[in-house]
């Protein structure tokens, strides 16, 4: 057969050749926008933990992302001190990201935009706890203070365990305390997901005020004339039952929650922007973009009535309470990331749990409505027992599903977050226990569980008295 010549016209050529660069471009954007996922990521944690944590950089580089992913372990991460900025970038600089610290913001990452202008903060004074682990005049007598603090021995022994903090409050003293190597009473602690019970908080005290009605919807402005989200109320996002879509998968490196934490600068109005694929109030599905949302309408609100979410927080529930540690880190529009972002000392966090032992009293004056610590913990419908408004909940559910913790009553509820960070209240003992680190391989809570329990038994129920 003899040779076929064919004429090609120059058009189709340069029609093909650009083919292939749109799609050589089209790939490196979307490898781009991965790598950013994994090198925001690094950023962040690697400026919270170094200018608002006050860790050595040194430490947190070596320790904080190990045994994460092989891809993060190719992000390299530049801290200037002088800025307070880091930066983190794959190889070839791919997805290079920023963040900043701010005094009272901690750090921010620079996502599309600038970061919005802040006011500065008057600073809260500390309240000092009533410490029974170095003053014997105010020894708990159901107490076993000798198996406590061997159990919290026993725990930072297990460097595998990967605690950071152990703390034990009884009747509003510290009965028991321990920390890791490089981490101190003073060091302001990661929250992850424990920010959410942050927020519901601080909307506590906007309830309390009668600037929130918990079964009114909430004025999202996207939401305005949209027949189904128009209905979604404040009650509905608190108890994770918006029905709004939500891909809460951080395995993705571009799922919904990677995307909003890691590359918008406004995290509630990405949330706001999911459609509803299910009506308000009958569909129960973890979502951090509920939260995100909830606290930038909040925002709205309050400053709608003068006031700034950030000094409201400040003035209604941490100078009262006396936790001066409690930072609330934003997003790049300056809304609180109210989902993951929160640093506080363990003893803060205890505080913020013994507030709700407390009823939401705090030296006589009332910081939250009454009944909403009941509230909280009060199981959302559809969530089979298993979550309240931003607090977890240690009840038997559905299909024979254990307590999250088997060795904790029923009345116990917690705050929790990635990696084991929780603050355990446990009403018919008076007590909170505090743990906070970082568990890789294994479930969190599972892990954390048997200690949990173990510290429990360490303290007797108080004795019922006669009136």
């Known amino acids: 057969m003899a040779d076929m010549h064919l004429k090609i016209h120059p058009w189709v050529l340069l029609l093909g050749g650009s083919a292939i ?28 933990e170094i200018f608002l944590a006050g860790r050595a950089s040194k430490a947190v580089l070596a320790s904080d992302f190990e045994n994460i992913d092989p891809f993060l372990d190719r992000m390299t991460v530049t801290v200037d001190d002088a800025k307070r900025q880091t930066t983190a ?54 107490v076993d203070t000798e198996k406590l603090n061997t159990l919290i021995e026993t725990g930072f022994a297990d460097s595998t365990a990967g605690h950071r903090a152990l703390l034990v409050a009884v009747d509003g003293k510290i009965v028991a305390e321990g920390y890791a190597d490089g981490f101190f009473e003073t060091t302001r602690l990661a929250s992850w997901s424990m920010a959410k019970s942050v927020t519901a908080t601080v909307l506590g005290a906007a309830v309390l005020q009668g600037l929130v009605d918990l079964d009114e919807p909430a004025p999202v402005p996207e939401w305005r004339g949209d027949a189904v989200r128009s209905k979604i109320t404040w009650n509905d996002l608190l108890h994770m039952q918006s029905g709004l879509a939500f891909d809460e998968n951080y395995a993705g490196m571009q799922s919904d929650v990677n995307l909003m934490l890691f590359h918008e600068a406004d995290a509630g109005a990405y949330a706001a922007d999911k459609p509803a694929i299910y009506p308000p109030g009958e569909h129960w599905a973890y979502s951090s973009g509920t939260v995100n949302l909830l606290a930038r309408t909040l925002r709205k609100v ?31 529009s300056g809304t ?128 019922a008295t006669s009136e």
């Open 21 to 48: 660069t749109l799609g050589l471009v089209f790939a490196g954007v979307q490898l781009n926008d991965i790598a950013h996922t994994g090198a925001a990521y690094k950023a962040k944690v690697a400026c919270s």
């Open 89 to 142: 970038a794959g190889p070839l600089g791919l997805g290079r990201a920023k963040a900043t610290y701010r005094d009272g913001y901690g750090c921010t990452l620079e996502n599309q935009k600038p970061l919005t202008a802040l006011p500065a903060l008057a600073p809260v004074a500390a309240e000092p706890w009533i410490d029974a682990t170095t003053n014997s005049d105010h020894t708990i007598d159901r």
């Open 302 to 332: 309050l400053e709608d009535a003068g006031a700034d979410y950030y000094a409201f927080a400040r003035e209604e529930i941490y100078a009262p309470i006396g936790a001066a540690s409690i930072v609330m880190e934003p997003d790049a």
């Open 336 to 463: 609180p990331i109210g989902s993951s972002y929160v640093y506080a000392t363990a003893r803060d966090w205890a505080r913020l749990g013994e507030l709700y032992l407390r009823g939401g009293v705090w030296n006589g004056e009332r910081l939250l409505p009454e009944g909403w610590t009941d509230y909280v913990a009060v199981p959302a419908t559809a969530s089979d027992n298993q979550y309240g408004a931003y607090f977890w909940l240690n009840r038997e559910g559905g299909n024979s599903r254990a307590r999250f913790v088997p060795g904790l009553p029923e009345d116990a509820y917690f705050m929790s977050g990635h990696e084991g960070q929780f603050v355990f209240i446990i009403p018919s003992k008076n007590m909170v226990i505090v743990r906070t680190g970082i568990t890789r391989g294994t479930p969190a809570l599972a892990a954390s569980a048997p200690l949990i329990a173990a510290l429990y038994d360490g303290v007797d129920a108080p004795v």
